[in-house]
């Protein structure tokens, strides 16, 4: 009797150990995934301000200067004043729209995230997708912004296109800044993909 009651308290010892441990683990899994997700959160916010603080630079972003101009050789040049708005070039345009949406789609993504709690997975699949889908959309205007103003630098010979930012030189900066925070909100978009899928594959 004695030796069956040892081995019974040893068989529940152990039983209990391992209730224990196996909760244990589960307790650091649930605590790592809700740091996780807090985290994804911020990232998502700063996303937000990233691509709200680009669209309101360049959204914003107008100089006018006074510019000689020479219609004739034999009379004196002509002083103008002219003015660069972000509108009056098409690439512009799309960057300001592209950070619009990417911060639109932000804060409908985080009110999603807040009021649904992360239960539905379909939600989930959803919202990477889109950031996924933002990350390329801002990338695209990043591209089509740096690409028209290396021209606004540097200007082009072969089309006989001069440089305007020796001219303009607070709207070039202005729109250098505006390009920098877009990409910061681009990268912030392309890590919460990035974080998504490794958990993705962790729990699998």
Same mark, same amino acid.
Request: aromatic share 8%.
């Given at each position: 009797?004695?030796?069956?009651?040892?081995?019974?308290?040893?068989?529940?010892?152990?039983?209990?150990?391992?209730?224990?441990?196996?909760?244990?683990?589960?307790?650091?899994?649930?605590?790592?995934?809700?740091?996780?997700?807090?985290?994804?959160?911020?990232?998502?916010?700063?996303?937000?301000?990233?691509?709200?603080?680009?669209?309101?630079?360049?959204?914003?972003?107008?100089?006018?200067?006074?510019?000689?101009?020479?219609?004739?050789?034999?009379?004196?040049?002509?002083?103008?004043?002219?003015?660069?708005?972000?509108?009056?070039?098409?690439?512009?345009?799309?960057?300001?729209?592209?950070?619009?949406?990417?911060?639109?789609?932000?804060?409908?993504?985080?009110?999603?995230?807040?009021?649904?709690?992360?239960?539905?997975?379909?939600?989930?699949?959803?919202?990477?997708?889109?950031?996924?889908?933002?990350?390329?959309?801002?990338?695209?205007?990043?591209?089509?912004?740096?690409?028209?103003?290396?021209?606004?630098?540097?200007?082009?010979?072969?089309?006989?296109?001069?440089?305007?930012?020796?001219?303009? @030189?607070?709207?070039?900066?202005?729109?250098?800044?505006?390009?920098?925070?877009?990409?910061? @909100?681009?990268?912030?978009?392309?890590?919460?993909?990035?974080?998504?899928?490794?958990?993705?594959?962790?729990?699998?």
């Amino acid at each position: 009797m004695e030796s069956e009651n040892k081995g019974s308290n040893i068989m529940g010892g152990n039983g209990m150990d391992g209730v224990e441990n196996r909760g244990g683990k589960v307790g650091k899994q649930q605590g790592r995934g809700r740091s996780g997700s807090c985290a994804l959160l911020v990232v998502r916010v700063l996303g937000l301000v990233f691509t709200l603080v680009a669209a309101i630079l360049l959204g914003v972003d107008k100089q006018t200067k006074v510019v000689p101009i020479q219609l004739l050789s034999t009379l004196p040049p002509l002083d103008v004043p002219v003015t660069a708005r972000w509108h009056y070039l098409s690439a512009f345009v799309y960057f300001v729209v592209a950070n619009i949406m990417a911060c639109s789609y932000a804060a409908l993504s985080l009110v999603l995230i807040v009021t649904s709690g992360g239960a539905s997975h379909i939600l989930k699949s959803m919202i990477i997708i889109l950031d996924a889908v933002m990350a390329a959309l801002l990338f695209s205007g990043i591209g089509a912004t740096v690409s028209v103003g290396l021209i606004g630098y540097q200007g082009n010979s072969h089309l006989q296109w001069g440089k305007v930012c020796n001219v303009f @030189g607070k709207f070039c900066h202005q729109v250098v800044a505006a390009a920098v925070f877009s990409l910061l @909100g681009s990268l912030a978009f392309l890590l919460i993909v990035v974080f998504s899928a490794l958990r993705g594959q962790g729990k699998s």
